[in-house]
C-alpha cells in the first residue's frame, strides 16, 4: 500500500508549550480518527530552530549551512505525517482533517518505495 | 486499397481511446496504456489492410496492445533486477457499460483535482481527444517542448502519487464534476478561434457526461451550450473571416443541433427549479440568439433577464460586460457604456476594450480608436481586430487618415 507524507505548514508555534494546548487537543482527536492510516510523523519546534544545508556543486561538495527553515513565508513546516493510504484520494481526504490545514496547508507527497 | 485503408484508419481512431480508457485501468499508467495502445494501431494499420478487419477489431487491439505491455513490463522489470508484477486480465469482449464506465474513468482521472487545470486540459486533449503533443501544443498555444514537459509531469504524478483511476462517489460528483465540465468547455473554446477537431472533441466529451450523468444540470447544460454555440458554426466564418452574431446567415445554422440544445436546457432547468445551473443559464442565453428569426428581432428582455439569473449564481465582472452588450441592443449605447466603464479590474481583458471601442463607436466618439489599440494590446485575436477595426473605418472615413493600422 502507497505511503504519503503529510507535511504540515501551518503558524509557527511551539507544541511543547502551554499555551498550544488546545490544538493539542485538536491533534489528538485527529490521532484517534485516523489510527488506521498513520505509520509515523512527528512534530517539528519552530522554524528558529531550524538550520538549511546546502550541499554545492553536488555529491562530495562542500556542505554549507545557513541558519533558518528552507523557504519562510507565513505559514512554517511545522510537522508531518506518515500515512498509508490506498490513493491520493484517501491520502487527500485525510489530510484535510488535520488540523493544520483548517489554518494553513498539507502537502501531500507520496513516499517512494524502494522495496519494490 | 486506399478507401479500405481509410476505413480502417477510422475504426482503428474510433476504437483507440475506448481501448486506451481500459487499458489504462488494467495497467494503472497512462504513459504504458499509451505506448501499448499505439503499438497495438501500428500493428492494426499493417495487418487489416491486407488480412481484413477482425471480427471483434476492439478487442483484437486490446490484447494487442495488452501483450504489448505486458513485454514492456517484463523488460524493465529485468532491466532492475525484480520480478513483474502479474497484470491484471483484460477481456477481449468486454461490454459496452463496462467500456463507457472506463472511458469516463479516464475523464475523471485526466480531470482530477490533484493536476493544474492546464495539464488536465491538455492530458484530456491528449488522452481523450487522442491529439498529438504537437497538436495540443498548437491548440493551447504554447511551445510543443513545454506541452510535453507539462503531460510528462501530469502523468508521473498520476502513476506516483496514484491518483485513483475511477469515477468518484456520489457525494464527491458535484465538485468533481465542475472541474470536469470546466475543462471541457475551456477544450470547446480552445476550438472556438477555428480549431474544429478541437471543438468536435469537447462535444464528444461533453455527450459522454452527458449520458453517463443523464440527471446532472452541470452535464446536460454543459452539452446543451457546446450543441447551441456549435450550431451557429456554419456561418461564424466566411472565407477565414469571422463574421459577428447580427451578420451571420442564419439560415445555415444547423437546426437539429439548436432542438437538441433547446431540449437540453428544458431538461435542466427542470431539474433544478430553485437555484439554476450556470452552464443551463448560459445555453438558454445561447438558446434566446438561436431561435431568434434575425438579429432585430431578438429578444433582449429575455437575454438580459437570464443574464440578471446568472448574476445571481456567478457574479463576475465578465458575466457583466456580455449582459452590457445585450443592454446596448435594448437600451442604446449609452446606456450599456455606463455599465461597461463601472466595471473594475478589466483593463487587462481585450474583450473589455473591443467592447468600449464598439460602443464609443456607436455613439461617434474618436475615443474608440484608442480603445481598439488598447483592444489590441492586450491580446483581442487579429482576426477580431481587423474585423471591428475595418467596420469603425469604413463607417468613420475621415478616420482614415490616423494611420491607425499599425498597432495591430
Known amino acids: ?116 | 486499397m486506399t478507401s479500405a485503408g481509410d476505413a480502417v484508419a477510422r475504426l482503428v481512431r474510433d476504437e483507440g481511446t475506448r481501448v486506451l480508457a481500459t487499458l489504462v485501468r488494467v495497467t494503472g499508467s497512462v504513459d504504458l496504456a499509451e505506448d501499448a495502445v499505439q503499438d497495438a494501431v501500428v500493428r492494426a494499420l499493417e495487418t487489416w489492410p491486407r488480412d481484413g478487419v477482425p471480427a471483434n477489431p476492439r478487442g483484437w487491439l486490446l490484447v494487442a496492445a495488452r501483450r504489448r505491455a505486458v513485454d514492456v513490463v517484463r523488460r524493465e522489470a529485468k532491466r532492475l533486477g525484480k520480478e513483474a508484477d502479474a497484470m491484471p486480465a483484460i477481456d477481449p469482449h468486454p461490454d459496452p457499460v463496462s467500456v463507457r464506465d472506463d472511458l469516463l474513468r479516464l475523464v475523471f482521472t485526466c480531470c482530477h483535482p490533484a493536476l493544474s487545470l492546464d495539464a488536465q486540459v491538455a492530458l484530456a486533449l491528449r488522452t481523450l481527444g487522442g491529439l498529438s503533443t504537437a497538436e495540443v501544443a498548437r491548440g493551447l498555444l504554447v511551445p510543443e517542448a513545454t506541452m510535453a514537459k507539462r503531460l510528462t509531469r501530469a502523468k508521473q504524478k498520476i502513476a506516483q502519487a496514484r491518483i485513483p483511476y475511477r469515477v468518484p462517489s456520489s457525494s464527491e460528483l458535484p465538485s468533481r464534476l465542475s472541474g470536469v465540465a470546466a475543462t471541457v468547455y475551456l477544450i470547446f473554446n480552445e476550438g472556438y478561434t477555428g480549431r474544429e477537431s478541437l471543438q468536435a472533441e469537447a462535444i464528444r466529451l461533453a455527450r459522454l457526461l452527458a449520458s453517463l450523468m443523464p440527471d446532472e444540470p452541470t452535464a446536460l447544460g454543459l452539452l446543451a451550450l457546446v450543441l447551441l454555440q456549435d450550431a451557429r458554426r456554419p456561418a461564424r466564418f466566411v472565407a477565414g473571416a469571422p463574421v459577428l452574431l447580427a451578420d451571420q446567415d442564419r439560415s445555415a445554422w444547423d437546426f437539429e443541433l439548436i432542438k437538441e440544445g433547446v431540449e437540453l436546457v428544458g431538461a435542466g432547468l427542470r431539474r433544478t427549479p430553485t437555484t439554476p445551473n450556470p452552464y443551463v443559464v448560459q445555453a438558454a442565453i445561447a438558446a434566446c440568439h438561436d431561435l431568434s428569426p434575425s438579429y432585430a428581432d431578438t429578444n433582449w428582455n429575455a437575454v438580459i433577464s437570464w443574464y440578471d439569473v446568472l448574476l445571481s449564481i456567478q457574479d463576475t465582472a465578465v458575466v457583466r460586460l456580455n449582459r452590457a452588450a445585450a443592454v446596448a441592443e435594448r437600451d442604446g449605447p449609452s446606456a450599456a457604456l455606463a455599465l461597461v466603464d463601472g466595471l473594475p479590474d478589466l483593463a487587462d481583458y481585450p474583450w473589455w476594450h473591443a467592447s468600449r471601442a464598439e460602443l464609443l463607436h456607436r455613439l461617434g466618439s474618436g475615443a474608440a480608436f484608442e480603445a481598439l489599440e488598447r483592444a489590441v494590446e492586450t491580446g483581442l485575436p487579429d482576426a477580431h481586430a481587423a474585423q471591428l477595426r475595418a467596420r469603425m473605418e469604413s463607417e468613420n472615413p475621415e478616420r482614415n487618415a490616423r494611420g491607425f493600422g499599425e498597432s495591430g
Not at chain 1, 485516523?34 to 517539528?44: E, H, N, T
Not at chain 1, 513565508?73 to 500515512?83: P, Q, V
Open chain 1, 1 to 116: 500500500m502507497p505511503q504519503y507524507a503529510a507535511i504540515i505548514y501551518a503558524s509557527d508555534v511551539d507544541p511543547t508549550r502551554p499555551e498550544a494546548a488546545d490544538m493539542m487537543k485538536d491533534y489528538n482527536e485527529f490521532h484517534d480518527g485516523a489510527q488506521a492510516v498513520i505509520r509515523g510523523g512527528a512534530a517539528l519546534y519552530p522554524t528558529a530552530t531550524a538550520t538549511t544545508v546546502r550541499v554545492t556543486g553536488g555529491k562530495g561538495g562542500d556542505i554549507v549551512t545557513s541558519d533558518g527553515p528552507y523557504a519562510e513565508t507565513k505559514e512554517a513546516l511545522t510537522g508531518f505525517y506518515l500515512l498509508e493510504c490506498a490513493d491520493l484520494d484517501e491520502a487527500v481526504k485525510r489530510a484535510a482533517q488535520i488540523p493544520g490545514a483548517w489554518d494553513g496547508a498539507i502537502e501531500v507527497r507520496p513516499v517512494v518505495d524502494f522495496g519494490k
